[in-house]
Protein backbone atom coordinates (compact mmCIF):
# COMPACT_ATOMS: atom_id res chain seq x y z
CA UNK A 1 0.00 0.00 0.00
CA UNK A 2 1.51 3.38 -1.02
CA UNK A 3 0.75 6.37 1.31
CA UNK A 4 1.47 9.69 1.63
CA UNK A 5 2.93 9.97 4.94
CA UNK A 6 2.83 13.78 6.61
CA UNK A 7 3.95 15.12 10.41
CA UNK A 8 0.94 16.17 12.46
CA UNK A 9 2.67 19.70 13.09
CA UNK A 10 1.90 22.16 10.37
CA UNK A 11 -0.87 20.09 8.93
CA UNK A 12 -3.12 19.27 11.96
CA UNK A 13 -5.96 21.67 13.14
CA UNK A 14 -7.71 22.36 16.43
CA UNK A 15 -10.74 23.90 17.12
CA UNK A 16 -12.95 24.95 20.13
CA UNK A 17 -16.48 25.36 19.55
CA UNK A 18 -18.93 26.61 21.13
CA UNK A 19 -22.18 25.02 19.71
CA UNK A 20 -22.91 22.02 16.85
CA UNK A 21 -26.91 21.79 16.67
CA UNK A 22 -26.87 18.17 14.68
CA UNK A 23 -28.18 15.56 16.99
CA UNK A 24 -25.07 13.41 15.18
CA UNK A 25 -22.23 16.37 16.86
CA UNK A 26 -21.32 17.00 12.71
CA UNK A 27 -20.40 20.55 12.97
CA UNK A 28 -21.05 22.69 9.62
CA UNK A 29 -18.81 25.02 7.99
CA UNK A 30 -20.30 27.92 9.60
CA UNK A 31 -20.46 26.53 13.38
CA UNK A 32 -16.69 25.80 12.18
CA UNK A 33 -16.05 29.15 11.90
CA UNK A 34 -15.64 32.51 14.02
CA UNK A 35 -17.73 33.71 16.26
CA UNK A 36 -18.74 29.79 17.33
CA UNK A 37 -15.30 28.17 16.84
CA UNK A 38 -12.19 29.37 17.84
CA UNK A 39 -8.69 28.18 16.64
CA UNK A 40 -6.43 26.90 18.96
CA UNK A 41 -3.88 25.38 17.16
CA UNK A 42 -1.10 28.47 17.21
CA UNK A 43 -1.20 28.06 21.13
CA UNK A 44 -0.97 24.91 21.78
CA UNK A 45 2.13 23.56 22.83
CA UNK A 46 1.73 19.57 23.80
CA UNK A 47 -1.69 17.19 23.60
CA UNK A 48 -2.27 14.39 25.49
CA UNK A 49 -5.44 11.73 25.28
CA UNK A 50 -7.98 12.63 22.77
CA UNK A 51 -8.29 8.56 22.10
CA UNK A 52 -11.32 6.40 22.78
CA UNK A 53 -10.37 2.89 24.36
CA UNK A 54 -12.15 -0.15 25.62
CA UNK A 55 -12.51 -1.86 28.42
CA UNK A 56 -11.97 -5.36 27.24
CA UNK A 57 -14.12 -7.93 29.59
CA UNK A 58 -12.16 -11.34 30.25
CA UNK A 59 -14.45 -14.69 29.39
CA UNK A 60 -12.18 -17.78 30.76
CA UNK A 61 -14.15 -20.92 30.31
CA UNK A 62 -13.41 -24.17 31.57
CA UNK A 63 -12.83 -26.11 28.43
CA UNK A 64 -9.16 -24.15 27.53
CA UNK A 65 -6.04 -22.81 29.88
CA UNK A 66 -6.75 -19.73 26.89
CA UNK A 67 -8.39 -16.81 28.73
CA UNK A 68 -10.44 -15.05 25.99
CA UNK A 69 -11.97 -11.71 26.46
CA UNK A 70 -14.94 -9.76 24.97
CA UNK A 71 -15.76 -5.82 24.09
CA UNK A 72 -16.68 -4.11 27.32
CA UNK A 73 -17.17 -0.57 28.16
CA UNK A 74 -15.97 2.28 25.98
CA UNK A 75 -13.93 4.97 27.74
CA UNK A 76 -12.14 8.15 26.88
CA UNK A 77 -8.92 8.65 28.71
CA UNK A 78 -8.10 11.64 30.27
CA UNK A 79 -7.72 14.56 27.96
CA UNK A 80 -5.77 17.65 28.15
CA UNK A 81 -3.89 20.89 26.12
CA UNK A 82 -1.16 22.72 27.51
CA UNK A 83 -0.89 25.88 26.21
CA UNK A 84 1.89 28.84 25.75
CA UNK A 85 1.09 31.81 27.92
CA UNK A 86 0.27 35.26 26.37
CA UNK A 87 2.23 37.74 28.54
CA UNK A 88 -0.47 40.53 27.58
CA UNK A 89 -3.40 38.71 26.58
CA UNK A 90 -5.63 36.15 28.27
CA UNK A 91 -7.61 35.01 25.45
CA UNK A 92 -7.65 31.42 25.84
CA UNK A 93 -7.73 31.98 29.32
CA UNK A 94 -10.97 33.52 28.98
CA UNK A 95 -12.15 30.92 26.00
CA UNK A 96 -11.72 27.99 28.56
CA UNK A 97 -12.59 28.67 32.34
CA UNK A 98 -13.24 26.21 34.73
CA UNK A 99 -16.45 24.08 33.85
CA UNK A 100 -16.68 25.55 30.03
CA UNK A 101 -18.24 23.09 27.71
CA UNK A 102 -18.11 22.66 24.13
CA UNK A 103 -16.67 20.69 21.45
CA UNK A 104 -13.14 20.05 20.53
CA UNK A 105 -12.74 19.44 16.83
CA UNK A 106 -9.07 17.96 15.48
CA UNK A 107 -8.91 18.13 11.61
CA UNK A 108 -6.68 15.62 11.52
CA UNK A 109 -5.22 16.03 8.16
CA UNK A 110 -6.00 19.70 7.87
CA UNK A 111 -9.04 21.52 6.53
CA UNK A 112 -9.84 19.54 3.64
CA UNK A 113 -13.19 19.17 2.60
CA UNK A 114 -14.77 15.87 1.92
CA UNK A 115 -11.77 14.48 4.14
CA UNK A 116 -13.25 11.85 6.61
CA UNK A 117 -10.97 12.81 8.82
CA UNK A 118 -12.48 15.12 11.83
CA UNK A 119 -12.67 13.78 15.32
CA UNK A 120 -15.60 15.88 17.45
CA UNK A 121 -15.19 15.64 21.30
CA UNK A 122 -18.22 16.86 23.23
CA UNK A 123 -15.85 18.37 26.09
CA UNK A 124 -15.67 20.28 29.64
CA UNK A 125 -12.90 22.13 31.29
CA UNK A 126 -12.24 20.03 34.29
CA UNK A 127 -9.34 22.26 35.62
CA UNK A 128 -6.99 24.79 34.38
CA UNK A 129 -3.32 25.53 36.35
CA UNK A 130 -0.56 27.43 35.43
CA UNK A 131 2.94 25.75 35.21
CA UNK A 132 5.84 27.09 36.90
CA UNK A 133 9.64 26.81 36.62
CA UNK A 134 12.92 27.91 36.45
CA UNK A 135 13.89 26.57 33.18
CA UNK A 136 14.88 28.15 30.20
CA UNK A 137 11.39 27.68 28.41
CA UNK A 138 8.38 29.67 27.58
CA UNK A 139 5.49 30.18 30.26
CA UNK A 140 2.68 27.78 29.61
CA UNK A 141 -0.83 26.77 31.53
CA UNK A 142 -2.91 23.24 31.12
CA UNK A 143 -6.12 22.64 30.56
CA UNK A 144 -7.34 19.62 31.53
CA UNK A 145 -11.28 18.26 29.63
CA UNK A 146 -13.65 15.48 30.70
CA UNK A 147 -14.77 13.91 27.80
CA UNK A 148 -18.49 14.33 28.22
CA UNK A 149 -20.61 12.00 25.41
CA UNK A 150 -19.09 9.31 22.81
CA UNK A 151 -16.93 10.90 20.43
CA UNK A 152 -17.86 11.17 16.59
CA UNK A 153 -14.76 10.17 14.70
CA UNK A 154 -13.76 9.86 11.17
CA UNK A 155 -16.18 12.94 10.33
CA UNK A 156 -16.28 14.14 6.98
CA UNK A 157 -14.92 17.97 7.23
CA UNK A 158 -17.89 20.44 6.00
CA UNK A 159 -17.63 21.48 2.37
CA UNK A 160 -16.08 25.33 2.04
CA UNK A 161 -18.67 27.97 1.88
CA UNK A 162 -19.12 29.27 -1.67
CA UNK A 163 -17.11 32.49 -2.34
CA UNK A 164 -18.74 35.93 -1.86
CA UNK A 165 -20.17 37.51 -5.84
CA UNK A 166 -18.46 40.91 -6.46
CA UNK A 167 -20.70 43.58 -6.32
CA UNK A 168 -22.20 44.36 -9.79
CA UNK A 169 -22.34 48.07 -10.61
CA UNK A 170 -25.40 49.97 -11.69
CA UNK A 171 -26.56 49.86 -15.09
CA UNK A 172 -26.39 53.17 -16.91
CA UNK A 173 -29.60 54.52 -18.22
CA UNK A 174 -29.70 54.33 -21.92
CA UNK A 175 -30.30 58.31 -22.34
CA UNK A 176 -26.51 58.82 -20.82
CA UNK A 177 -23.75 59.04 -23.33
CA UNK A 178 -20.28 59.21 -22.72
CA UNK A 179 -18.12 61.70 -24.59
CA UNK A 180 -14.80 60.81 -25.80
CA UNK A 181 -12.05 63.27 -27.18
CA UNK A 182 -9.39 62.01 -29.29
CA UNK A 183 -6.39 64.04 -29.43
CA UNK A 184 -3.94 63.30 -32.41
CA UNK A 185 -0.17 63.64 -31.31
CA UNK A 186 1.96 65.39 -34.10
CA UNK A 187 5.45 64.48 -34.67
CA UNK A 188 7.86 67.57 -35.59
CA UNK A 189 11.40 66.75 -36.99
CA UNK A 190 14.22 69.63 -37.22
CA UNK A 191 15.81 69.65 -40.47
CA UNK A 192 19.72 71.18 -41.03
CA UNK A 193 19.87 73.81 -43.36
CA UNK A 194 22.43 73.01 -46.26
Given at each position: ????R??R????????????????????????????A?????????VE???????????????????????G???A??????????????D??????????????F????D????????????????????????????????????????????????A?????L????????D???????????????????
Amino acid sequence: MSQQRFMRRGITKIFWLKEIHAKAQTPTRAELSRPNATELTEAISDVEGWALTNEAIETPDLSSTFTSSIPGEDKAEDSSFTFYEDKVSDDVEQLLPKGAKGWVVFLRKGDVPGSKSMDVFPAQVASRSAQYNTGNEAAKFQVSYTITDPPALDVAVPAASPPKPLPVPPDHPDDESVDVTVVAAATVSAHDDD
